[in-house]
């Protein structure tokens, strides 16, 4: 139901903007205020998104857990996608989310409300907590009585423990 409404009310608010702002500044600079924050967030968006992935490769690279650096890339990347919807709201929300203190209270509305788990890749693969281990492999099944007439005679019996 929220996620309804909001798709309801975000357009709403942006027609409500377009109107206002364009009957106080005109057809043609309000279209050029929408292509100029347009340009000017994918600017950002791709500056502040090239920062962003090369502090989570370092903190990678150090063996530190990224989640909030990946956070951080992930509401950059949907302030991305505000900043290039046409309209003045989605502009303000896109901009506001480029702003690092604005993301850093987004991440701490957002902490304990999402349970991350990390899995720790060893030697033998994954290691889950807790000491569980993910264990690849292959396997043909060869139960008595699906034999084909293509399956060679010269197998071994299966024997089961």
Do not use: C, K
């Not at 990678?60 to 950059?76: F, K, S, T, V």
């Not at 699906?146 to 299966?158: T, V, Y």
Request: overall charge negative; cysteine-free; charged content about 15%.
């Amino acid at each position: 139901m929220r996620l309804f409404l909001v798709l309801v009310a975000v357009p709403i608010i942006e027609i409500a903007l377009f109107i206002e702002i364009g009957g106080w500044l005109g057809t043609w600079p309000t279209i050029a205020i929408v292509i100029l924050t347009a340009l000017a967030g994918s600017i950002l968006l791709r500056q502040q998104g090239l920062v962003a992935m090369r502090n989570v490769q370092a903190r990678l690279a150090a063996g530190e857990n990224p989640g909030r650096l990946l956070a951080d890339g992930a509401m950059i990347l949907v302030a991305g996608v505000f900043l290039l919807t046409p309209g003045f709201f989605t502009d303000a929300v896109g901009f506001a989310l480029l702003l690092p203190p604005v993301r850093a209270a987004v991440w701490r509305f957002l902490e304990n409300r999402i349970n991350v788990v990390s899995v720790q890749t060893g030697a033998h693969g994954p290691r889950r907590p807790g000491g569980a281990h993910t264990v690849d492999g292959v396997y043909e099944d060869v139960t008595p009585g699906d034999a084909s007439e293509d399956a060679p005679d010269d197998l071994p019996p299966l024997r089961r423990p």
